[in-house]
């Protein structure tokens, strides 16, 4: 059984959120704020467990979240899911949608190309895509999709929103 501590969960949900990223173990710690040893211990133990890969380029190590393993997938799903941030929106109103993203600002549907969504939320600027729109979109490394990944809370849909990132993993 795989247990996690409040700092694992921390570094695997920011390599899935800053997954376009070369990010090394220096990189991680200071970005959470946490020790490098402390990380490296992190990375070291869901390594074994298959979860990250580190690849080593010059002299730094580059760690990503291993998404041929079931286990890290399905990690990267709840990680997804989960936010400290309250969110004030419905999700039933969008289920016609694949999966949806939140922000403070933002809203992102993913839907298929022929439905239409009639949604309107006070104060949240409303972004439908289909699958193949975000995949373009992270590939060319549009910020808002990415800052919308990185900040947000999926209300739905995760398991989309992981097989959009390991489509796009490919293009980076």
Do not use: W
Not at 38 to 48: D, R
Not at 111 to 129: C, M
């Amino acid at each position: 059984m795989l247990s996690l501590s409040d700092n694992e969960f921390s570094v695997i949900s920011f390599l899935v959120r800053n997954f376009p990223e070369k990010l090394t173990i220096r990189n991680i710690a200071q970005r959470l704020d946490f020790s490098a040893a402390g990380v490296f211990n992190i990375l070291k133990k869901l390594e074994k467990q298959g979860i990250v890969v580190s690849e080593k380029l010059g002299t730094g190590l580059f760690c990503k979240i291993n998404f041929e393993n079931k286990i890290a997938c399905h990690l990267a799903e709840i990680v997804l899911l989960y936010s400290e941030e309250k969110t004030e929106v419905d999700a039933e109103k969008l289920r016609q949608a694949k999966a949806a993203i939140v922000d403070k600002k933002n809203l992102l549907l993913i839907t298929d190309s022929v439905t239409t969504l009639d949604v309107s939320i006070p104060d949240v600027s409303l972004i439908t895509k289909t699958e193949d729109e975000v995949i373009a979109l992270l590939r060319k490394k549009d910020s808002g999709i990415l800052q919308l990944l990185k900040n947000g809370v999926v209300l739905f849909g995760e398991d989309k929103i992981v097989d959009i990132i390991k489509k796009c993993i490919s293009g980076f």
